[in-house]
């Protein structure tokens, strides 16, 4: 069993930062990559970014120049920093893990943008 804790979430106003963190523990055998998605109220859940395990990245281009992913192997977690933060940001974002055979989700944590 795998469980992802995720944190970082809040209320921020245009233009602030957050930081979001997920956590990987339990059974974790080949992992193939981490990442975010997020859901707004309405729409479809959308990946906001992942890294594999070697290091390689993919963002969503809503986010790119704005949004950093970055993980610790060695802790199994993942990183989420994002900058420049705008209203249609605002979602529930939700921790992701794949391996090869499986994906494991988080519960997610709302991120709110407004003044």
């Known amino acids: 069993q795998v469980q992802l804790v995720e944190s970082g979430g809040g209320l921020v106003q245009p233009g602030g930062s957050l930081r979001l963190s997920c956590a990987a523990s339990?059974?974790?055998?080949?992992?193939?990559?981490m990442g975010w998605y997020r859901q707004a109220p309405g729409k479809q859940r959308e990946l906001v970014a992942a890294?594999?395990?070697?290091?390689?990245?993919n963002y969503a281009d809503s986010v790119k120049g704005r949004f950093t992913i970055s993980r610790d192997n060695a802790k199994n977690t993942v990183y989420l920093q994002m900058n420049s933060l705008k209203p249609e940001d605002t979602a529930l974002y939700y921790c992701?893990?794949?391996?090869?055979?499986?994906?494991?989700w988080g519960q997610g944590t709302q991120v709110t943008v407004s003044s």
């Open positions: 992701n893990l794949a391996t090869i055979s499986y994906d494991y």
């Open positions: 339990g059974s974790i055998f080949s992992i193939y990559a």
């Open positions: 890294i594999t395990s070697g290091g390689s990245t």
